[in-house]
T-cell receptor
Framework: NAGVTQTPKFQVLKTGQSMTLQCAQD?????MYWYRQDPGMGLRLIYY???????DKGEVPNGYNVSRLNKREFSLRLESAAPSQTSVYFC??????????FGPGTRLTVL | GEDVEQSLFLSVREGDSSVINCTYT??????LYWYKQEPGAGLQLLTY?????DMKQDQRLTVLLNKKDKHLSLRIADTQTGDSAIYFC???????????FGGGTRVLVKP
């Protein structure tokens, strides 16, 4: 089992470009989450999906959209990237908040 | 809103005990968590404690919770070089599905 996988590992975008971060889990978890990690600020929740077919906003959803394509996959889209979205993005999956499993992260730089 | 604070840095000698501290503001927190992040990796859940407990021990890890002072600590006994990492505490709010993370404490273990 790979657990939670994320692609790409690294990405550099120009301001205004769009891209989709992919996340997949093979642990049959109902819930999936997208976080961003910025220096000294811990992780902040962008969006989450409590179950297949549902998505909800987290703490910092502006500038992002998500799709829960099926139980395994939860993608994060930046329609028009901004330098403020330079960050490390983590996807997580879990049956409950007491057992969230994190992917290795995507390091995104927006120039 | 909720706020979780941690000190930025801790240096400890191999074999000594480490104590990482965390304070939070949400008195309705139900669960409190400790995560470990090694370089280039995602977060790994170390342990969690329910808010009606004041201590939890798991091998070398001891979690202490002072609910009155809203203070959480993680003690690592016999600290090893492999314990060098960033440690995040997080609290889960009573209502909703959100975790609020502290900014992380970087622990450096010196031989």
């Amino acid at each position: 089992n790979a657990g939670v996988t994320q692609t790409p590992k690294f990405q550099v975008l120009k301001t205004g470009q769009s891209m989709t971060l992919q996340c997949a889990q093979d642990m049959n978890h109902n819930s999936m989450y997208w976080y961003r990690q910025d220096p000294g600020m811990g992780l902040r929740l962008i969006y989450y999906s409590a179950s297949e077919g549902t998505t909800d906003k987290g703490e910092v959803p502006n500038g992002y959209n998500v799709s829960r394509l099926n139980k395994r996959e939860f993608s994060l889209r930046l329609e028009s990237a901004a330098p403020s979205q330079t960050s490390v993005y983590f996807c997580a999956g879990g049956q409950s908040y007491n057992e969230q499993f994190f992917g290795p992260g995507t390091r995104l730089t927006v120039l | 809103g909720e706020d979780v604070e941690q000190s930025l840095f801790l240096s400890v000698r191999e074999g000594d005990s480490s104590v990482i501290n965390c304070t939070y503001t949400d008195s309705s927190s139900t669960y409190l968590y400790w995560y470990k992040q090694e370089p280039g990796a995602g977060l790994q859940l170390l342990t969690y404690i329910f808010s009606n407990m004041d201590m939890k021990q798991d091998q070398r890890l001891t979690v202490l919770l002072n609910k009155k002072d809203k203070h959480l600590s993680l003690r690592i006994a016999d600290t090893q070089t492999g314990d060098s990492a960033i440690y995040f505490c997080a609290e889960r709010e009573a209502a909703g599905n959100k975790l609020t993370f502290g900014g992380g404490t970087r622990v450096l273990v010196k031989p």
